[in-house]
């Protein structure tokens, strides 16, 4: 499965995340701080 890490763009929490955990993000916002985020947040782990 491929893993992402996720960086807050306004908390700037990093976030080890797996595909279902990226969209859930995508669509629902940082966990931490519910800032909205974009694609460009992610990086290949
Ligand atoms: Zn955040």
Do not use: W
């Not at 763009?9 to 629902?28: F, G, H, T, Y």
């Amino acid at each position: 499965m491929s893993t992402y890490i996720f960086v807050c763009p306004d908390c700037k929490q990093e976030i080890e995340v797996n595909a279902s955990m990226r969209e859930a993000i995508l669509s629902s916002g940082c966990p931490v701080c519910i800032e909205s985020v974009r694609a460009t947040h992610f990086e290949m782990a």
